[in-house]
């Protein structure tokens, strides 16, 4: 039994050796955060679509998610 102890000992000495030679975990990259300002959402004056602006299409009437909504609702192109 003593020497059943003593092996034991011996073998949580190695591991714990091992274990402090071990590099320590590198740190996960993280992804950084999107700067991106957040875009300025608009409704489609004829079917009620949100969308950002730099996307619409713009009408004398409003503005508009296609210029097949902007036809529809008989609407032109402003000058």
Avoid at 46 to 75: F, K
Wanted: net charge positive; aromatic share 6%.
């Amino acid at each position: 039994m003593k020497y059943l102890i003593w092996l034991l000992v011996i073998l949580v000495a190695i591991w714990a050796f091992k274990r402090s030679r071990r590099p320590a975990k590198p740190a996960e990259e993280k992804t950084p955060p999107n700067n991106a300002s957040p875009s300025n959402m608009v409704a489609c004056t004829h079917c009620g679509l949100h969308l950002p602006q730099e996307e619409a299409v713009t009408g004398t009437q409003g503005l508009y998610c296609s210029t097949e909504h902007r036809a529809a609702a008989q609407d032109r192109n402003p000058v």
